[in-house]
């Protein structure tokens, strides 16, 4: 089920993303094709960050507008062009769970990294250790970071590696008083299931959507 919950928003994220690039190749701002499709300038904005689904009229509509085939509307940037580039001045922050983070790639229907920048605040409140299907693969760029998973504690300082599986309980803690800045990437796996958790409920700190793709939001906890 949370295979398909994935797919299902990351097909989302795709759809956003290509409305905000026919948007953006016509010279549009949001308030413009609101003007021209008759729909919200906030329901638009919503359905580019993949937190809204399109209803099929609001889907038809914007194919109206955009003077596109319905499936176009669907395609991702892979379906013409096989290297995703994201350009440092257009990656934008978001927070999850006490974390900052940067996706850097949009293309996690068709790939199987997850790769971000991930900031941890020095005062990160909580201690909920998070698990779900996967590994991950973390580089420490600043500060100094402390791994908490499955009982044990590791600390990295600039420069060192972790490389773990996701099923078992982690997080993610900033060591004194500088936040810490992690190159980190994640990937779906197969295999079996460590026993601790092999009936544990999902939970992520960063939405599965992110590692791409897309929240889960309130239904599932979405790493690290």
């Not at 194919?63 to 580039?85: G, H, M, N, R």
């Not at 350009?87 to 978001?94: D, I, L, N, S, T």
């Not at 590696?161 to 004194?176: E, N």
Request: with cysteine.
């Amino acid at each position: 089920m949370t295979i398909l919950l994935d797919e299902i928003q990351s097909q989302l994220s795709s759809f956003g993303a290509r409305l905000r690039e026919l948007r953006r190749q016509r010279g549009w701002t949001l308030q413009d094709l609101a003007d021209q499709s008759g729909l919200s300038q906030t329901f638009l904005s919503r359905l580019e960050s993949g937190d809204r689904q399109a209803s099929i009229a609001a889907v038809l509509t914007l194919s109206k507008v955009f003077e596109v085939s319905l499936a176009s509307l669907f395609e991702s940037p892979l379906a013409t062009d096989p290297c995703i580039i994201v350009r440092g001045a257009k990656a934008v922050e978001q927070t999850a769970n006490g974390l900052s983070y940067v996706p850097l790639s949009n293309a996690g229907r068709f790939f199987n990294l997850r790769p971000m920048r991930v900031r941890i605040p020095a005062d990160r409140t909580g201690d909920q250790h998070y698990h779900h299907d996967g590994e991950e693969w973390l580089y420490v760029l600043s500060g100094a970071l402390r791994l908490s998973l499955a009982g044990k504690v590791y600390d990295l300082n600039r420069g060192d590696a972790a490389h773990f599986d996701s099923r078992l309980p982690h997080r993610l803690i900033a060591k004194g008083k500088r936040d810490a800045r992690v190159l980190l990437v994640a990937s779906p796996v197969n295999g079996p299931v460590p026993i601790v958790h092999a009936a544990a409920r999902q939970s992520r700190a960063i939405p599965a959507h992110h590692l791409q793709d897309v929240k889960q939001q309130g239904r599932l906890r979405d790493s690290s």
